[in-house]
């Protein structure tokens, strides 16, 4: 399994950006797919973008397609979830998973997890 741990989360203003980062342990990072996901406050944890193994392709759930960008530095062992245009309801605790081999987009396919990184966007 990978070790994951994520940085970057804090406050910031509706319309303000952050940048994600999740750093692995291991020397197999390029053999798994990475994903974001979020939890609010009283609701289950939710998909937001996962990425291939080299980065080829991506996906995004529908509430941030256009603002958030997820990426991933095979050499530095590192995925990234660059989010602009934040909104109050991108508000929750952001995790990295990863997934051996193949993108998935649900929790329960994912093995490794972070500790998470909180994130909040005031009004």
């Known amino acids: 399994q990978v070790q994951l741990v994520e940085s970057g989360g804090g406050l910031v203003q509706a319309g303000g950006s952050l940048r994600l980062s999740c750093a692995a342990s291991?020397?197999?990072?390029?053999?798994?797919?990475m994903g974001w996901f979020r939890q609010a406050p009283g609701k289950e944890r939710e998909f937001v973008a996962v990425i291939s193994r080299r980065g080829v392709s991506t996906d995004y759930a529908d509430a941030v397609k256009g603002r958030f960008t997820i990426s991933r530095d095979n050499a530095k062992n590192t995925v990234y979830l660059q989010m602009n245009s934040l909104k109050p309801e991108d508000t929750a605790v952001y995790y990295c998973a990863a997934r051996l081999l193949v993108v998935a987009v649900q929790p329960a396919d994912f093995g490794s997890w972070g500790q998470g990184t909180q994130v909040t966007v005031s009004s």
């Open positions: 291991g020397r197999t990072f390029s053999s798994y797919a």
